[in-house]
Structure formats: structure tokens, C-alpha cells
């Protein structure tokens, strides 16, 4: 979750200096603010900051002669924040006085909280979505042992329930779990062959589904 925003300025004697921030007692360590400074060299681009206790995305506005940082918790990913410092940098210009962008300031930290909180409803979404997928795959892979050793399915459907539920299976693998003759079994799995339904990888000496 973001920590806070600043502006950097240039100062001709001593560098970069912090000209506002938000909140008024965030941290910011001087070497941090050189360096951010001296990685934009006075040109329009963005930034990606990540030291050993920093993480930061910033953006030089050549127009106003600032730098937007936008300070980052350990573990946030500067992309998912870029679009913070796009807006901020779409309307710089509008503000002319020191309290109109100290608002804005403000503003901007608070809607970068907002990036945060719906990245994170994705990803626990995104979450839940896959254990549930897990579930429902787990689920049906059950339902399939249970058919394939049901005494319903002729032999051919049996070896094809098998090979639709794994990738690739050796002769051995199908025959312990289809019961039947081995030369019943191999007869089966030629006409499989022939009819180009199942293939055979000679390097692993293994049969699977042909599609």
C-alpha cells in the first residue's frame, strides 16, 4: 500500500530538495531524493526506485521542472501505480498556487489508495477463482476414476477415459487399470491407432490422445 507522495525540486546549490509532501511527516532519506533526482536527468520519463528499505515510481514534469514520487510499500509493484502519477502530470499546469497543488497532493495519495485497494479485490479474486477452478477439476477427476472403473464402459472407453485424464500413459499404466487381457488390451489400443484417435510417442514409449 502506498506510503506517500512528494514533489522534488532543483536547487542550484544543493540539488534536490523536497518542496512538498504528503503526509507532512513522511520519511524521505536526502541520498533517496538525489538519486531519484540525478536517474531522471532533467528528462520526461518514469521510474521505477526499488532499494534495499525504498520502493518508489516517480516522473519528471520538464514543464514545471518537478519530480512526482510516489512512495510505495515494499512488496507494491511500481506499474500498478503509474497511473497515479499520469493524472497528477496531466494537470499540473492547472495549479498555480502552493495551497491548489498541496490539495492536490493530497488528492492524488488518496485516489493511489484506491489503485491499491482494487488491485487487491482482483487478486483475491483472482484468487478465490483459481481454488475454485482447483475444486471443480479435483471434482471432476473423481468423477471420472469412478467411471472408468465402473463395469458399464466397454474396454475402449475405458482406455480412452484414462488417456483424456492424463497427459501420456505407458502400456503398463493402462493395463492396471483397465481389467482385461493383455492381448484383448493391445488389440484395442492398435485399432485406437489405426483409427487415429490415440498416437504413440516412441522416445517414452507412451500413447496418448492424438488431436
Known sequence: MPKGIFIIKWDQVIGGTVYMRFPEDLEIPDNVVQHIQIAHNFTESYIITEEKEW????????????????????????NDYLIV??????DLYKYENENELKEQLERRFKFSLNVFRTRDEVIMKLS????DLKMRVYELEKKIEKVIHSNHLTVKSRILFLLATNDQLSFLDIKKQVNTSKRWLESVIETLIKDKIVAYNNANNKYYISF
Open 55 to 78: 520502493n518508489s515510481v516517480s516522473f519528471y514534469n520538464s514543464e514545471k521542472e518537478v519530480v512526482i514520487v510516489l512512495v510505495l510499500d515494499k512488496f507494491d509493484e511500481g
Open 85 to 90: 502519477l499520469e493524472e497528477f502530470n496531466k
Open 128 to 131: 478465490n477463482d483459481v481454488a
